[in-house]
C-alpha cells in the first residue's frame, strides 16, 4: 500500500515583519494563498527504514537525509505515537526549491499527512498542526491551504475569505536565496529605526473577500523585498519587466527569489509569462491561479 499526498506553493500577498525577537525569529503578520503549483509526496512502507527520494526540477538540490522536513514530518509523527519510522517518502517537484513558495513545508505537511493516513495514526487536525508548527513557520498553512492569516511567527492561521480566484505569474531566478540570511539582511538594514508592530492591511482583506485584483494590487507589499533585492539585485530586472508587460502588481515571493506577479485574469497572465520569458531576467516562468485546498490525498 503507498498514500500519494498532493500539496500546494504560496504566495504571500502580504509579509509584514516586525522586530527581531530575543529568541532570534520575528513576529509576522503573514497573509498566505495557495496556488495550483504542487509537489506530490508518497509515502510507501519501507523494511530498510526511513528512506528520501526525490525527482522533478531541482531535485538535485533537495536534501535526502533526515534534515528534510519531509523526513523530520515523519519522525515527528512517528515519535508521538511510539512507532518507528519505516516509511519510503518520494517528492515528486514542481515547487521551486529556495524560491520562497515553501516548497520544503509543502513537502514536511505533505510527509506528515501521508504517514498519519499510512500508519492510520487518526491524529487529529489539532494535533497535526501541532506537529506542523513544530517543523516550521510555513508548514501548518501547506496542510490548511486556501487563504490565511499567519501571526507569530507566521504558524498561528486565521483562515481568510476569499471572493475569487486570483492569477498568478512567477519568475523563478537563476539561483536561490537563504531565508536566514534574507532576515539577517532585513535586521541589518533595519537598524538604528523603529519597526512598527506588524499588523494585516484591512484593505488587503477585503479585496480578498471580494476577489478584486485590481485592489489586491493596490495593497499587496513585502517587508523582506528590500532585503532580497539587497542581496540578489538582479531580481529589479525581473520585476520591471512583469510590471511593462501589464502585470496589476509585482513583488518578491516571501523571502524570494522567485518573483510574483498578479494578472487581470488567465490570458493576462500568459501575456505577462510570455514577455517574461522573453526577456532574459529569469531561468524559468509559470503561471497558476489560486485560492487552492492545501495538502490532499490524491
Not at 1 to 29: I, W
Not at 61 to 68: E, F, H, I, M, W
Not at 281 to 288: E, I, L, N, Q, S
Amino acid at each position: 500500500m503507498s498514500v500519494t499526498v498532493r500539496v500546494p506553493a504560496k504566495v504571500n500577498v502580504q509579509l509584514a515583519v516586525g522586530a527581531a525577537r530575543p529568541d532570534g525569529f520575528h513576529d509576522l503578520a503573514n497573509v498566505f494563498l495557495a496556488v495550483a503549483l504542487y509537489d506530490e509526496v508518497t509515502a510507501t512502507p519501507s523494511p530498510d527504514g526511513l528512506r528520501i527520494t526525490c525527482e522533478g526540477p531541482d531535485a538535485a538540490q533537495v536534501p535526502l537525509d533526515r534534515t528534510n522536513l519531509a523526513a523530520r514530518a515523519a519522525i515527528a509523527l512517528a515519535e508521538r505515537y511510539g512507532r518507528t519510522p519505516d516509511v519510503h517518502l518520494h517528492i515528486a517537484k514542481d515547487i521551486p526549491v529556495a524560491g520562497g513558495m515553501a516548497g520544503g513545508s509543502a513537502d514536511g505537511a505533505g510527509a506528515l499527512l501521508a504517514c498519519d493516513t499510512l500508519w492510520g495514526t487518526g491524529a487529529s487536525r489539532e494535533e497535526l498542526l501541532d506537529i506542523c508548527a513544530e517543523l516550521g513557520s510555513d508548514v501548518p498553512f501547506s496542510l490548511v491551504g486556501g487563504a490565511a492569516l499567519g501571526t507569530g511567527r507566521g504558524e498561528k492561521l486565521t483562515e481568510l475569505e476569499v471572493g475569487g480566484t486570483f492569477h498568478w505569474v512567477f519568475a523563478m531566478a537563476s539561483r536561490g536565496l537563504s531565508t536566514p540570511a534574507v532576515f539577517r539582511e532585513f535586521d541589518r538594514l533595519a537598524e538604528g529605526r523603529e519597526i512598527p508592530e506588524p499588523v494585516a492591511s484591512q484593505e488587503l482583506l477585503r479585496a480578498l473577500a471580494k476577489g478584486d485584483a485590481q485592489a489586491l494590487a493596490a495593497t499587496v507589499s513585502n517587508d523582506l523585498q528590500p532585503a532580497a533585492l539587497s542581496l540578489f539585485p538582479e531580481l529589479a530586472d525581473t520585476l520591471a519587466a512583469g510590471r511593462a508587460a501589464g502585470a496589476l502588481a509585482s513583488l518578491v515571493s516571501g523571502s524570494g527569489p522567485t518573483t510574483a506577479f498578479l494578472a487581470r485574469d488567465a490570458e493576462a497572465a500568459e501575456a505577462v509569462a510570455a514577455a517574461l520569458r522573453a526577456s532574459g531576467t529569469c531561468r524559468d516562468v509559470r503561471t497558476a491561479a489560486g485560492p487552492v485546498p492545501g495538502a490532499t490525498v490524491v
